[in-house]
């Protein structure tokens, strides 16, 4: 058997833990509750960084979360129950402070929500590669969320591709889609200041639709109406439009008539709860996450986090971070 840690373990002792609970619209706190006790196999992490998934924490934050996907939306260390109270996220980077030897003093990444010290199984972490520093580890579960989407597109070689709404998931499909040979990627979005990042990751910028036109494959991923009519005016004849946005109760409207069936498109909902069928017999959930941390070795990735937040004052800067009109990309929780 492998040894443990000797120091006595703190989460023995009656040790408390600082969490971000979403407690009503529009209102978060900061709670202190106590750590169970450390089994064998498990492990102590002290958090070093989390970061928002501005999408889904934003509907989380507003109440937006029906009995209807409850289930599909909870993350897979949650507490609580939607709508709230609810302890929320699954972005967590930390160091392993007490555990099995194997894993002591390494930067791991979980599904864990936004709290300061945690105690997880083992088998429920993945250590970061040496190239891909903590901070920057913090985009993984956007990272094998946009990984899931191309997979899902079927984008190969030389195709035309648009993404629409280049928040940090349609960047992320953005920076994935300009590797493919020879494709010709741009991104739309009405925020200039994302067109230099699309412009490092080897891509084009439009500011609006118009000028876009004949794609082979389309990615929407601005959780509009908008947003999802003006990517379907992209598409060519026999084209995919890959729906990558999650809109929880917000109705949608779209126009499903005239070109649309004219032109034969495919509409594709891509979530990464499921890996593609194709996929899915060699590629487990654990094995997709493990190459998302891998694709975020480039150092590109970095100009993606735009903001980082003392976890301290993370309650009083939700509404802005999660607001309708968010400044930036990514924003990341910083803990001491």
């Given at each position: 058997?492998?040894?443990q840690?000797?120091?006595e373990?703190?989460?023995?002792?009656?040790?408390t833990?600082?969490a971000l609970?979403?407690?009503?619209?529009?209102?978060?706190?900061?709670?202190?509750e106590?750590?169970p006790r450390?089994?064998e196999?498990e492990?102590l992490?002290e958090?070093?960084?989390?970061?928002?998934?501005?999408?889904?924490?934003?509907?989380?934050?507003?109440?937006?979360?029906?009995?209807?996907?409850?289930e599909?939306?909870?993350a897979?260390?949650q507490?609580?129950e939607?709508?709230?109270?609810?302890?929320?996220?699954?972005?967590?980077?930390?160091?392993?402070v007490?555990?099995p030897?194997?894993f002591?003093?390494?930067h791991?990444?979980v599904?864990?929500?936004?709290?300061?010290r945690f105690?997880?199984?083992?088998?429920?972490?993945?250590p970061?590669?040496?190239?891909v520093p903590?901070?920057r580890?913090?985009l993984a579960?956007n990272m094998?969320?946009?990984?899931?989407a191309?997979?899902?597109s079927?984008?190969?070689?030389g195709?035309r591709i648009?993404?629409?709404?280049?928040?940090?998931?349609?960047l992320?499909?953005?920076?994935l889609?300009?590797?493919?040979?020879?494709a010709?990627?741009?991104a739309?979005?009405p925020?200039?200041?994302r067109g230099a990042?699309?412009g490092?990751?080897g891509?084009h910028?439009?500011?609006?639709?118009?000028?876009v036109r004949e794609?082979?494959?389309v990615f929407?991923?601005?959780?509009?109406?908008?947003?999802?009519?003006?990517?379907?005016?992209c598409?060519?004849?026999?084209?995919?439009?890959v729906?990558v946005?999650?809109?929880?109760?917000?109705?949608?409207?779209v126009?499903?008539?005239?070109?649309?069936?004219?032109k034969r498109?495919?509409?594709?909902?891509?979530?990464?709860?499921?890996v593609?069928a194709?996929?899915?017999?060699?590629?487990?959930?654990?094995r997709?996450?493990?190459?998302?941390?891998?694709?975020?070795?480039?150092?590109r990735l970095d100009?993606?986090i735009t903001?980082?937040v003392?976890f301290?004052?993370l309650?009083?800067?939700l509404?802005?971070?999660l607001g309708?009109?968010?400044?930036?990309v990514?924003?990341?929780?910083r803990?001491?």
């Amino acid at each position: 058997m492998e040894a443990q840690s000797t120091r006595e373990s703190s989460a023995q002792v009656g040790a408390t833990a600082t969490a971000l609970w979403y407690v009503g619209p529009q209102r978060a706190d900061v709670r202190t509750e106590t750590l169970p006790r450390r089994g064998e196999g498990e492990l102590l992490v002290e958090t070093r960084w989390s970061a928002l998934s501005r999408g889904t924490e934003r509907l989380v934050f507003a109440g937006l979360v029906g009995p209807d996907h409850s289930e599909r939306m909870r993350a897979p260390m949650q507490d609580g129950e939607f709508p709230f109270p609810v302890k929320y996220g699954y972005c967590a980077v930390g160091r392993v402070v007490e555990g099995p030897q194997r894993f002591l003093g390494r930067h791991v990444f979980v599904l864990h929500p936004h709290q300061d010290r945690f105690i997880v199984q083992a088998d429920d972490v993945l250590p970061i590669p040496e190239t891909v520093p903590p901070r920057r580890a913090t985009l993984a579960a956007n990272m094998e969320t946009a990984l899931n989407a191309l997979w899902d597109s079927g984008a190969g070689a030389g195709d035309r591709i648009v993404v629409v709404g280049v928040g940090l998931v349609g960047l992320l499909i953005t920076y994935l889609a300009a590797q493919l040979p020879g494709a010709e990627v741009t991104a739309v979005d009405p925020d200039p200041a994302r067109g230099a990042i699309a412009g490092s990751f080897g891509a084009h910028f439009a500011a609006c639709t118009q000028a876009v036109r004949e794609a082979d494959v389309v990615f929407h991923t601005s959780a509009s109406s908008e947003g999802l009519c003006a990517a379907l005016s992209c598409c060519a004849t026999e084209a995919s439009l890959v729906e990558v946005s999650w809109y929880g109760d917000k109705a949608v409207t779209v126009g499903l008539g005239g070109s649309f069936h004219a032109k034969r498109l495919r509409l594709i909902s891509s979530q990464v709860g499921a890996v593609p069928a194709a996929r899915a017999p060699r590629w487990p959930h654990k094995r997709r996450l493990a190459k998302a941390l891998d694709l975020l070795a480039d150092p590109r990735l970095d100009a993606l986090i735009t903001e980082d937040v003392a976890f301290a004052d993370l309650p009083g800067a939700l509404a802005r971070i999660l607001g309708d009109d968010p400044q930036g990309v990514a924003t990341v929780v910083r803990y001491a």
